[in-house]
Each structure stands twice: as C-alpha cells, then as structure tokens.
C-alpha cells in the first residue's frame, strides 16, 4: 500500500488541523494505521493509532484528548483532527500501515518497527 499525507500547515497556538492519509490499493481496509510525528533533533514518536475497522483508537498521551484519528475505509482515507495545538506538536507527521493483528495493536499500538510502510510526511508548524 502506499500512502500520501497532507493537511499540514502553519497554524496559531490554539487552533486545529486536521491531517489526512490517502491510500492507493484495495487492501486499505485491512490494515490497522499509524499517525507518527518526528520533530527537529527528535526521534520518531508515535501519536496515534486506529484499528482496520476504527472501532479502536489508542493515542499518546501527550495528544490524548485533544487528537482524534479517524477512517473512512470506503474513501481509502486516514485522519488526524489535531484540536488545541502547542508548540510542542511542531513536527512533520507520517501515516503508516500496520499489518500485525488488532490484538497485538491493542497491546503495542506505538512500535514504530511494527509498521511496515509509510507515507512522506507532512509538516506542521505552531506558532506561539
């Protein structure tokens, strides 16, 4: 599957974006998905992860609350709603396919290695 985020902008302290994660290939819909972010200077971290159907959500917990991952299967499309943004949420952001089963998602959904292919990455910037 290959993968194509965008959405990301330049957006005020407060404010929102919301990500998106198109996926080419029919197989979309089987995959549960990641959002990750890398910051400058920064190792990849995860954010955010949704299970193949989207019943199942996990989240960091320094986004919990105010990030919402989302999917529509039908439109082969991953989301990111990004609400009350921080400084610290400057980062680019990647989508990324996980292709273990939803249990183990549930135990480890931020193993970065357990996700096998990923998107370009797009950039956010909040400014103070």
């Known amino acids: 599957v290959q993968l194509q985020a965008s959405g990301g902008g330049l957006v005020q302290a407060g404010g929102s974006l919301r990500l998106s994660c198109a996926a080419s290939?029919?197989?979309?819909?089987?995959?549960?998905m990641g959002w990750f972010r890398q910051a400058p200077g920064k190792e990849r971290e995860f954010v955010a992860a949704?299970?193949?159907?989207?019943?199942?959500?996990y989240y960091a917990d320094h986004v919990k609350g105010r990030f919402t991952a989302s999917r529509d299967n039908a439109k082969n499309t991953l989301y990111l709603q990004m609400n009350t943004l921080k400084p610290e949420d400057t980062a680019v952001y990647y989508c990324?396919?996980?292709?273990?089963?939803?249990?183990?998602?549930?135990?480890?959904?931020?193993?970065?290695?357990?996700?096998?292919?990923w998107g370009q990455g797009t950039q956010v910037t909040v400014s103070s």
């Open positions: 290939g029919r197989t979309f819909s089987s995959y549960a």
């Open positions: 949704i299970s193949w159907s989207g019943g199942r959500t």
């Open positions: 990324a396919a996980y292709t273990l089963s939803d249990d183990y998602l549930s135990r480890y959904p931020g193993r970065l290695n357990d996700y096998d292919y």
